[in-house]
């Protein structure tokens, strides 16, 4: 190579090089300016000023209120206990006043507070008046219902045949012992004691008087006095032995036992000390046996 042709290429060496550089140079040069222009345009972006952030949130809000408001599903209540537990079946209307429930699957009988009907199956009463009335009332009203008893601490909660003490209220709400009386199928009666529903009571039994309810209208003056129901357990009076007649030989006791049966006790008889006589009950002495058993008596089971 001669030294000409050596210049030439060191010149064309020379060239390349320069010729690359710039071209790195400019492709540099364009990235600078892409991501200059890129961060201007992202630090030029104005923001939202508060009143076009209110005006977002309202748009919102607005848009929120177009959706439809699923209201929840209520709650079921949660059992309680209801007055169906303390209804108790009645099973037999005895008469005016006097009902058998069930409760607990046993028999009990009731007898309504502060009432007295007239009488229709006493054994030593006859039938009397407005009594059968009465009594097919008390059976209009609860045969095949239910009831609700509440007892009355002042009377006892037994009488001294056993029976219950209570006022009865039909499942419908109905207040039988009051309505007896304010409808004229019954009497207001107290006994010794002063009961819960007395001054109640009384007030309808004067409005079905004057109103010539019931039994005020259809029976005599005579009749419309109160019987004597059977006393309750408290207090309970003493019993009054009868004096005997002025025969010395009347000395059988004709007692009655607390299903009404009659029963005459002999001296030597295995109850006859012990058994009492209540005239207010009917119950009496006999000279004989034959008198007894004529009067519808019948000798004690334990007498020999």
């Known amino acids: 190579m001669n030294t000409s042709e050596s210049w030439c290429f060191s010149l064309s060496g ?6 690359y550089y710039v071209a790195l140079g400019l492709v540099l040069l364009a990235l600078g300016l892409l991501v200059g222009k890129t961060s201007s345009d992202q630090a030029t972006t ?37 007055d169906e537990l303390l209804l108790y079946p009645v099973t037999r209307v005895v008469d005016g006043d006097t009902i058998k429930i069930s409760i607990d699957g046993k028999e009990e009988t009731v007898r309504l507070i502060g009432v007295d009907t007239p009488e229709t199956v006493d054994p030593r009463k006859a039938v009397q008046c407005f009594g059968i009335e009465a009594s097919k009332k008390t059976k209009e009203w609860l045969t095949g219902r239910s009831v609700r008893i509440e007892t009355d601490t002042t009377q006892g909660e ?32 107290t006994y010794n004691i002063p009961y819960k529903y007395q001054a109640d009571f009384k007030e309808v039994e004067r409005l079905a008087r004057e109103g010539g309810k019931g039994l005020w209208t259809a029976c005599p ?30 000395t059988i006791k004709g007692n ?7 029963i005459y006790h002999l001296p030597g008889c295995g109850s006859y000390t012990k058994t009492t006589i209540e005239p207010a009950r009917g119950e009496q002495m006999f000279c004989t046996e034959a008198d007894a058993q004529q009067a519808g008596w019948r000798k004690a089971l334990n007498c020999s």
């Open 14 to 19: 020379d060239l390349m090089k320069k010729v």
């Open 256 to 262: 009655i036992n607390s299903s009404g049966e009659k």
């Open 221 to 250: 003056v005579g009749e419309v006095a109160p019987n004597n129901p059977p006393a309750q357990s408290s207090p309970a009076p003493a019993s009054v032995s009868a004096s005997a007649p002025s025969d010395s030989s009347c």
């Open 158 to 189: 037994r009488d001294k045949y056993a029976r219950l003490l209570a006022y009865v209220y039909r499942n419908d709400g109905l207040f039988v012992n009051k309505e007896l009386v304010a409808q004229g199928f019954a009497h207001e009666y």
């Open 46 to 82: 104005p923001l939202l000023n508060q009143s076009d952030q209110e005006a977002a949130v309202s748009a919102t809000a607005v848009s929120l209120s177009l959706v439809p408001t699923l209201k929840p599903t209520p709650l079921l209540p949660a059992p309680t206990i209801t």
